[in-house]
């Protein structure tokens, strides 16, 4: 990245702009893109509100909905052994558009993943939003490398938020459109994944979707994180995950722009007392046993919607947020294991039905070894009980 932005490399992410007249000139540029983005939000997002009751839920199954993020950066050697033991089968990973000249070290760790399904995810800088032609040929050269190894990718990351290099949704719809053309004229079996905001910031994501631009996201991907908000099951404006999630996928059926297919490429929460790798302030952190219920919990709900086809947990290896600390050689967390504990459970099942009474969740799945019972509360581990079925 080159200056005024720059990159974090303990918490996996940018840093902030310190540059405050250039985070004011950039703004007021992007000013007549925010009142659009407002605008189509205020049009569509009660349309999309009162639809949520009449979408049936789609038919999403244990197979395909786990997936995890792993890092070059952590350890090259590492992470295969590491997801064999897990036992997830998805992985996404980070390809840095400015670290090109470190392309082969990508691929051979991507290519290190056989048997996975693996997604790319291209993180742009500001040079790359505002050279299109860098971008073009920066794209042409990943998915041409990558052509027998990978066919899905995430175009872009973070889009809502300065330090990513983005200062209006109208510069991220004009850095999709590179990738876009790219894949109509000489990639067209690859698969995209496109809107990519981070957090609940419906309105962002409202404008991704509904735009004169001649674009098509085969998935909408989101970083739906609610870290800020203590458990999954707890409310922002009046919604928990379930409700958050449940209107973005109405948002997405009501666009032409994107296949009725909703994906959660990044979420995670950030862990106590490990500054400077957390990615938050202390006073989001959670501690390690809170992490692991929260992090189960949060695809338990996501499952229970029937509404996303895929949860990517961010990430595999990190002291910050992570299922593994590395400071000190490699520490399995207690998430690691309710990690894999979970994946044992799920990833052959099928979903049957979940409610919640008096702060009590319960979801029901069948699965090869009989009908899966599943309950937790705010204060408990989730348990996994089989039964016969009726």
């Known amino acids: 990245m080159k200056e005024p932005f720059s990159w974090d490399h303990y918490s996996d992410q940018p840093t902030i702009i310190r540059d405050k007249s250039l985070k004011r000139k950039m703004r007021r540029s992007g000013l007549p893109s925010l009142i659009k983005t407002f605008l189509i939000a205020l049009i569509v997002l009660p349309i999309a509100f009162i639809i949520t009751i009449f979408l049936p839920r789609k038919k999403i199954t244990g197979k395909e909905f786990f997936g995890m993020g792993v890092n070059l950066e952590k350890d090259p050697s590492l992470p295969l052994e590491l997801i064999r033991e897990l036992g997830v089968k998805k992985l996404l990973i980070r390809i840095p558009l400015w670290e090109m000249e470190r392309l082969e070290e990508y691929l051979a760790f991507i290519r290190s993943f056989q048997n996975h399904h693996i997604t790319v995810a291209l993180l742009q800088d500001r040079e790359h939003i505002t050279n299109a032609s860098l971008t073009q040929k920066h794209l042409t050269a990943i998915f041409t490398a990558l052509k027998n190894s990978c066919n899905t990718y995430v175009i872009g990351s973070t ?116 500054a400077p790798y957390a990615p938050t302030s202390e006073h989001e952190c959670v ?104």
């Not at 910031?201 to 631009?213: G, S, V």
């Not at 059926?253 to 490990?274: G, V």
């Not at 969740?361 to 509360?377: S, Y």
């Open 287 to 390: 501690s390690e046993k809170d992490y692991a219920d929260f992090m189960v919990r949060y695809h338990l709900l996501a499952f229970a919607t029937q509404k996303v086809s895929s949860v990517y947990w961010h990430q595999l290896i990190s002291p910050g947020y992570g299922l593994i600390d590395n400071r000190e050689g490699i520490r399995k967390r207690t998430a690691f294991y309710a990690y894999q504990t979970m994946l044992t459970h799920l990833m052959d099942a099928t979903w049957v039905n979940y409610r919640e009474k008096s702060g009590t969740h319960l979801l029901v799945c069948t699965t090869p070894r009989g009908v899966l019972h599943i309950t937790w509360d705010l204060n408990t581990t989730p348990i996994y009980t089989y039964k016969e079925a009726a």
């Open 159 to 274: 889009i809502n938020r300065a330090k990513w290099g983005f200062f209006s949704v109208n510069e991220y719809l004009k850095f999709y459109s590179v990738a876009y053309a790219l894949k109509k004229e000489f990639f067209p079996n690859l698969k995209f994944i496109g809107s990519n905001v981070i957090d609940f910031e419906l309105h962002f994501t409202t404008h991704t979707l509904f735009n004169l631009k001649n674009i098509y996201f085969d998935s909408l991907g989101t970083l739906l994180y609610v870290d800020r908000r203590g458990a999954p099951e707890n409310r922002q404006m009046g919604f928990n995950l379930m409700g958050k999630i449940t209107l973005i996928d109405a948002l997405m059926r009501l666009s032409f722009k994107t296949a009725n297919e909703l994906i959660i490429t990044e979420t995670n929460w950030p862990i106590k007392n490990t």
